[in-house]
């Protein structure tokens, strides 16, 4: 149907994709989906914001490229990152940091699986469950980098139960990181030696033991003897 002459300018596609992607932004630092939550399916973003499907599909996918969402095959898209932190953290990144990196990243996930352990929820559980799967099929598949992001999907998904949106903020902010960090740990091939058995951590959350919990999260992070 033709637009009548008293109906509004329709603005062009790309400011449509600018002006979608910044109410998306607003939403998420608004907390209205916090880091590690899935935002609504794209039917539903459609109809929440008024624009088309392309247009939506082109904002999500920018966010996307940005780190701040994550589409996760056959599950959705999750919020990773609020996009305040992640760049500066990026950029000053360098290989012969990584010491500091797993020090930061053994802070972050112990505290997160003492929180975890007192909030979770029964939605918090079913998350870890299958994130738990997801890891040891890949694992046992030999895929190291499938299993780096699986790997990396667990720990979220600790963090998200932790229910405390600063730290779930701070912590996808060191994403890039993490992935480098455990990428180099696991290198090209799985050995024995690498794997790190993390169903005692999620059972310890799941009995909501905070100490066990933290404990379990920790040692796998311990440096080693001497150093």
């Known amino acids: 149907m033709p637009r009548s002459a008293d109906s509004p300018p329709v603005p062009p596609r790309g400011q449509r994709i600018r002006e979608t992607i910044a109410q998306l932004r607003k939403r998420i630092l608004a907390g209205e989906w916090p880091v590690g939550s899935r935002i609504p399916t794209e039917p539903q973003l459609v109809a929440a914001l008024g624009v088309g499907r392309n247009t939506v599909r082109e904002a999500v996918r920018a966010l996307q490229h940005a780190g701040v969402l994550e589409c996760r095959q056959g599950s959705g898209t999750y919020v990773v990152s609020t996009d305040e932190l992640a760049p500066v953290v990026a950029r000053r990144l360098t290989d012969d940091r990584m010491t500091e990196v797993i020090e930061v990243r053994r802070a972050f996930e112990v505290e997160a699986a003492r929180l975890a352990a007192l909030r979770r929820t029964p939605e918090d559980l079913a998350a870890l469950d299958d994130a738990l799967a997801a890891r040891e099929a890949a694992w046992r598949g030999g895929r190291a980098e499938e299993f780096v992001e699986a790997d990396l999907v667990l720990h979220r998904a600790v963090v998200a139960a932790a229910h405390n949106p600063m730290l779930a903020e701070l912590y996808a902010s060191v994403g890039t990181a993490l992935?480098?960090?455990?990428?180099?740990?696991?290198?090209?091939?799985?050995?024995?030696?690498?794997?790190?058995?993390?169903s005692r951590m999620v059972e310890a959350i799941r009995a909501g033991d905070p100490e066990r919990a933290a404990r379990e999260a920790g040692a796998f992070l311990e440096p080693p003897a001497g150093a």
């Open 179 to 198: 992935r480098r960090s455990l990428a180099q740990a696991m290198g090209e091939a799985l050995t024995p030696e690498r794997h790190v058995d993390h």
